[in-house]
């Protein structure tokens, strides 16, 4: 019997550490009691200029020093991606309990998310391009402008949670990152985007009937994973466990938002299935709303339809009314709804959906 429980237990896969890099705070301490007081974090953009532009709030990182994560050498070598995301690896390790040594760095993964990259240095590095030509452009920083096959945050863990099943690590580290630019953040007003879009007040305000676009943010959240059996035999603390997943689209104009629930639906029956839970088993759902008229609408009416047959249904929040929209923010949510299954509560701001418009 303690065979196949070992046996079941190396493939069931847990949260033992996180790491952040967040506009609420660095570190999941800070992190955490800012989140569950409902702290927001958006404000006038600092860090450029957003005069040229109708939108003037984002969520930005600040009070973040990289030489308290990383040796002063690499320092000037790194964008502002990757200091985040090296500081939020070291504070998720450090934070598992676990010191990578010669034995088992071929045994530790990462997997990252990320939408777009170090925007700000693409455009240094294009701005030194077009002004003064190819000879002008710093060889350090092209490295820094490739996303290298960038995913979302969400597929990262899930795929971290499959390569420590078949055995291909012990452990794996996967989030997301994104950064705010001049770049970035014009190019999403230009898009609309952002609040506030068509009109009225300059806010983030998921499934509000007064939401009008989202506010953008920047972050990095990432998460120690590994099997059930690994923490057990480490004594490591236990956020929570990883149980399934699920993927899933709805075809849609590359310059449009879905507005059918179609590919939600999917993907959270996936999820549900291969966790082996029904509807009426779901108690909370971290919610992806971000405070856009389509989405936060059709995510609404899903979760409305997914769970019609329940007597009682789950709470619903979503973190971006404090952090913005990064759209890689699916390892700061990740790491917030493991802070909330470990503590048992729920930041701020939370409903039940039942017919929203």
Not at 8 to 14: K, Y
Not at 94 to 105: H, K
């Amino acid at each position: 019997m303690d065979n196949d429980r070992d046996r079941s237990d190396s493939h069931r896969i847990v949260v033992t550490g996180l790491g952040l890099v967040t506009p609420l705070g660095v570190g999941k301490d800070e992190f955490s009691r800012r989140l569950f007081e409902g702290v927001c974090a958006i404000d006038t953009v600092k860090s450029f200029d957003t005069s040229a532009v109708l939108s003037h709030l984002g969520a930005e990182v600040r009070d973040f020093t990289p030489r308290d994560f990383i040796s002063v050498k690499n320092l000037r070598r790194m964008d502002k991606t990757s200091l985040m995301t090296a500081a939020s690896a070291r504070m998720a390790l450090d934070d598992a309990g676990v010191t990578i040594n010669a034995e088992n760095r071929d045994r530790i993964g990462i997997l990252l998310g990320t939408s777009f990259g170090a925007t700000d240095v693409t455009v240094q590095v294009a701005d030194a391009l077009m002004g003064e030509g190819p000879s002008s452009v710093n060889p350090i920083l092209v490295p820094n402008t490739v996303t290298h096959f960038a995913v979302s945050a969400e597929t990262a863990i899930a795929y971290a949670v499959s390569e420590i099943k078949r055995g291909a690590a012990d452990f794996m580290l996967a989030g997301g990152v994104d950064i705010l630019s001049k770049f970035y953040y014009e190019s999403m007003e230009k898009f609309h985007g952002l609040s506030p879009d068509k009109g009225g007040e300059e806010g983030a305000r998921p499934f509000d009937m007064l939401r009008n676009g989202y506010v953008v943010g920047e972050g990095c959240g990432i998460l120690c994973l590994e099997s059930l059996s690994s923490a057990r035999n480490r004594g490591a603390r236990i956020y929570c466990e990883i149980t399934g997943s699920g993927m899933g689209s709805s075809p849609t104009l590359p310059t449009e938002w879905p507005k059918n629930t179609e590919g939600i639906l999917r993907t959270c029956r996936r999820a549900m299935n291969n966790a082996g839970v029904a509807p009426g088993d779901i108690t909370t759902v971290m919610a992806a709303a971000n405070g856009d008229r389509v989405l936060d609408a059709v995510e609404a009416r899903a979760y409305d339809e997914l769970f019609d047959v329940c007597e009682q249904k789950p709470y619903v929040t979503s973190v971006k009314g404090s952090l913005g929209e990064s759209f890689s923010s699916g390892g700061i949510r990740a790491c917030a709804l493991a802070l909330s299954v470990e503590k048992g509560w729920l930041p701020p701001r939370n409903l039940r959906i039942s017919g929203f418009q």
